[in-house]
């Protein structure tokens, strides 16, 4: 059965904030940034909406801060690219949306707490439900204010992290027709496994909300947008796409897996970069850093940047990054700090405090190009790229280009 979108976007769009500063060059505070090009981003969106069907909507996930690249400024470049709705995971980061005078729909896809309701519905805000009693819950307080809340019905499918059961939809639907003052205007699901291209899980869990679905629709009951496509299933499966596709880490550029890298070019949105602070040679036998656990075994010169975990570097690869300068690789050596790191250099490279470094990004001198990704890091870290951009963004100025 295939469900009719019915959803018209009557939000007028604003468009992306104009640069607050020229490329390469740092805020004024501290000599480490990020650089966020909309532009990117805007081109990401393209590629994905490419593979959908026209009419299908689109939710740009910008939860997390926008995935540590800034949620307000990329919730209004993905709105002026073609973007639909929004999507958040907490009640901090739609207030925060509507703050910035955002009209787009957005959705919270966490059961927000009772403290927050009241606030989510002055904003018009959709909530995620999970459970019969958060209905009852959010039709008290709209009514006490004389609104009416909307919100989407989560199904668990088979991630078995939030969710009602499908066999518990038929009846949680019919009972909100009994609740005047909240109105269901959708129904979403979410895979465990999608970025495993034919994944059987992932395939299973896409038939139980379509037999959902079908539960609903045979016994008269709307239920608004079906949605159930994250990044990786726009990408590999087709046949998940419904009302809506939700975008997150494939909008700024990152690839959910290795198995959608052959489907799609996407460019990364983030860059970050460091100014030395200082350079000064070291002797043979001399350490650096807490505990010493790397020491020069030839004379070197040792380039401190303003760049530590604290900024979302790992400490966990310390001894295992390169840095770029002109195109060429350095070495981070020692433990890296709360607010800094080292990198070796050998004494006739002729750096000096102020030079540029690259982190992530791509860096070109007179021996070529090289770039390091946000995936590179992620490897080296032994985890994956979503969490390696969500830190990058913690403490880290944005310069938005």
Not at 146 to 172: D, Q, W, Y
Not at 307 to 324: H, N
Not at 383 to 398: M, Q, S
Request: contains cysteine.
């Amino acid at each position: 059965m295939t469900h009719t979108n019915t959803h018209t976007n009557t939000h007028t769009p604003r468009p992306a904030s104009p640069p607050n500063a020229a490329p390469h060059r740092p805020p004024k505070y501290r000599a480490s940034w990020a650089e966020i090009e909309l532009g990117a981003l805007t081109f990401n969106l393209h590629q994905l909406k490419s593979r959908i069907l026209p009419g299908t909507l689109v939710m740009a996930v910008v939860k997390a801060d926008g995935y540590g690249h800034g949620a307000v400024s990329c919730a209004r470049a993905a709105l002026a690219a073609g973007a639909d709705w929004l999507g958040v995971a907490t009640a901090e980061e739609a207030i925060e949306l509507r703050a910035a005078s955002l009209t787009a729909p957005i959705l919270v896809f966490t059961q927000p707490p009772s403290t927050a309701l009241a606030d989510l519905i002055e904003l018009d805000i959709t909530t995620t439900a999970t459970s019969a009693d958060y209905l009852y819950e959010l039709a008290g307080v709209a009514q006490l204010m004389g609104k009416r809340a909307s919100f989407h019905l989560k199904i668990n499918t088979g991630m078995n992290r939030l969710g009602v059961r499908p066999a518990e939809a038929v009846s949680i639907v019919r009972e909100t027709q009994s609740l005047p003052h909240v109105a269901l205007d959708g129904i979403y699901t979410h895979f465990a496994t999608a970025d495993i291209e034919g994944d059987y899980d992932a395939q299973r869990q896409l038939a139980a909300f379509k037999e959902t679905l079908a539960a609903l629709y045979a016994e008269g009951l709307e239920y608004g947008i079906a949605h159930a496509a994250n990044s990786a299933a726009t990408i590999l499966m087709p046949d998940a796409h419904l009302d809506m596709v939700r975008l997150g880490i494939a909008l700024y550029g990152l690839h959910p897996s290795d198995d959608t890298r052959a489907h799609l070019t996407l460019k990364p949105v983030m860059s970050v970069y460091a100014q030395a602070t200082l350079v000064h040679a070291l002797g043979i036998g001399e350490g650096v850093s807490y505990g010493l656990t790397w020491r020069a075994e030839v004379p070197c010169a040792i380039v401190t940047l303003p760049l530590g975990y604290a900024d979302g570097v790992p400490r966990v690869t310390s001894g295992k990054l390169d840095l770029l300068h002109e195109g060429v690789r350095f070495e981070q050596v020692g433990r890296i700090c709360m607010d800094q790191l080292m990198v070796r250099a050998l004494q006739h490279d002729d750096l000096k405090a102020g030079d540029t470094f690259v982190l992530v990004g791509t860096s070109s001198g007179a021996s070529g190009n090289d770039t390091i990704s946000i995936d590179e890091i992620a490897t080296k870290a032994g985890t994956i790229n979503y969490e390696i951009a969500c830190g990058l963004g913690r403490r880290l100025d944005r310069v938005y280009v």
